[in-house]
């Protein structure tokens, strides 16, 4: 069966967005292969969080995934630092990388140009660490977005080279992998594009928000002041609405306001209301599940060490035939 790794990065909470793009991804993966799933507290280092935020961080992450579906004994759901062996592979796989391609990389020239008091060496190795996320597993399939394509390329570089430099077909090369249209992409609530947390505070409906955030947030987006003419083509901020309810809501709902807007007879104050309504009824479910897991102190220990364990199975197998081909041997 073939392995499959993601790392998700540690800050940030779950939106519509995520949950019908990577998670969907994510939680159709886990049925068919060997899915590793981490939480990348190492690489969020390169931002220096302070000690209790990072830990909250985790937490949050680590509660809001298994909420919404990864499945503990389907995946190896696990931290990464609990796992040295991937920060073993990343000092063996530094001493490959070269100066000049990790500051080629359009990620690191980006935090260069827009964040220039703390360019660490970190942030230069970034695409490293990455790959031995990766590798350590010998993972072949990487389920991520366009932003990351770059980072993989150079995995299969740095993985492409240690073989060659040992004379060996040692990692195999890991290739990025979605299920790509059957993926929904969810705009954001503000008509611009899609739904991201970075885009302003009521741009996202987030999965851990109470009913009175959501209902506050959908009443907030930004409309026009009607169709002028019956049946016309929806301008971007209200297909952008309609887009989630198709999401969302009960088919009948949205062929209902598709009617209304087709006769211009719709009223959106209604509409939202009921796109408000029908966001609360999907995500309750999963909130619940939020605040149970996240008050559930064993059970998250539980998961935590087991997946560690699994997942340091794998790593601690791939480090010790690592050493051995690059010839370190004890006496
Ligand atoms: N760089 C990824 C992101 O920003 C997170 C990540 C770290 C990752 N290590 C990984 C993703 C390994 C896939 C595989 O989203």
Same mark, same amino acid.
């Given at each position: 069966?073939?392995?499959?790794?993601?790392?998700?990065?540690?800050?940030?909470?779950?939106?519509?967005?995520?949950?019908?793009?990577?998670?969907?991804?994510?939680?159709?993966?886990?049925?068919?292969?060997?899915?590793?799933?981490?939480?990348?507290?190492?690489?969020?280092?390169?931002?220096?969080?302070?000690?209790?935020?990072?830990?909250?961080?985790?937490?949050?992450?680590?509660?809001?995934?298994?909420?919404?579906?990864?499945?503990?004994?389907?995946?190896?759901?696990?931290?990464?630092?609990?796992?040295?062996?991937?920060?073993?592979?990343?000092?063996?796989?530094?001493?490959?990388?070269?100066?000049?391609?990790?500051?080629?990389?359009?990620?690191?020239?980006?935090?260069?140009?827009?964040?220039?008091?703390?360019?660490?060496?970190?942030?230069?190795?970034?695409?490293?660490?990455?790959?031995?996320?990766?590798?350590?597993?010998?993972?072949?399939?990487?389920?991520?977005?366009?932003?990351?394509?770059?980072?993989?390329?150079?995995?299969?570089?740095?993985?492409?080279?240690?073989?060659?430099?040992?004379?060996?077909?040692?990692?195999?090369?890991?290739?990025?992998?979605?299920?790509?249209?059957?993926?929904? *992409? =969810?705009?954001?609530?503000?008509? &611009?594009?899609?739904?991201? @947390?970075?885009?302003?505070? #009521?741009? /996202?409906?987030?999965?851990?928000?109470?009913?009175?955030?959501?209902?506050?947030?959908?009443?907030?987006?930004?409309?026009?002041?009607?169709?002028?003419?019956?049946?016309?083509?929806?301008?971007?901020?209200?297909?952008?609405?309609?887009?989630?309810?198709?999401?969302?809501?009960?088919?009948?709902?949205?062929?209902?306001?598709?009617?209304?807007?087709?006769?211009?007879?719709?009223?959106?104050?209604?509409?939202?209301?009921?796109?408000?309504?029908?966001?609360?009824?999907?995500?309750?479910?999963?909130?619940? *599940? =939020?605040?149970?897991?996240?008050? &559930?102190?064993?059970?998250? @220990?539980?998961?935590?060490? #087991?997946? /560690?364990?699994?997942?340091?199975?794998?790593?601690?197998?791939?480090?010790?035939?690592?050493?051995?081909?690059?010839?370190?041997?004890?006496?």
């Amino acid at each position: 069966m073939e392995t499959v790794v993601s790392g998700i990065r540690s800050t940030g909470n779950l939106h519509l967005g995520n949950y019908f793009g990577a998670m969907k991804n994510f939680i159709k993966m886990q049925q068919e292969y060997n899915c590793y799933f981490f939480i990348a507290d190492y690489h969020s280092l390169t931002t220096h969080p302070n000690p209790q935020n990072l830990h909250l961080h985790v937490k949050n992450v680590l509660v809001e995934y298994l909420a919404a579906g990864i499945d503990p004994e389907k995946s190896t759901i696990y931290v990464q630092s609990d796992l040295p062996e991937i920060a073993e592979l990343y000092l063996l796989l530094n001493m490959n990388a070269y100066l000049g391609e990790l500051e080629r990389c359009t990620s690191f020239k980006d935090k260069i140009r827009n964040n220039s008091e703390n360019i660490n060496a970190g942030l230069l190795t970034y695409p490293v660490l990455m790959a031995a996320d990766i590798i350590i597993h010998k993972a072949t399939k990487v389920p991520v977005g366009k932003d990351q394509e770059q980072h993989l390329e150079m995995a299969r570089t740095f993985a492409n080279r240690f073989n060659r430099m040992y004379d060996t077909e040692y990692f195999p090369e890991p290739h990025a992998f979605n299920f790509g249209t059957q993926l929904v *992409k =969810i705009p954001g609530l503000d008509g &611009n594009g899609k739904m991201g @947390k970075s885009e302003g505070e #009521n741009n /996202a409906v987030f999965l851990a928000d109470s009913p009175d955030q959501i209902r506050k947030k959908v009443m907030k987006a930004v409309t026009d002041a009607g169709p002028t003419e019956p049946n016309q083509v929806k301008p971007a901020i209200i297909q952008n609405l309609f887009d989630i309810m198709k999401a969302v809501s009960p088919t009948s709902n949205y062929q209902h306001f598709d009617e209304l807007y087709n006769n211009q007879q719709i009223r959106y104050g209604d509409f939202k209301k009921q796109l408000a309504e029908d966001i609360i009824v999907f995500t309750s479910p999963i909130r619940e *599940k =939020i605040l149970e897991i996240g008050a &559930n102190t064993d059970y998250l @220990k539980k998961v935590a060490k #087991n997946g /560690a364990d699994k997942a340091r199975e794998s790593a601690s197998k791939t480090i010790k035939e690592v050493r051995e081909i690059i010839g370190f041997k004890s006496f």
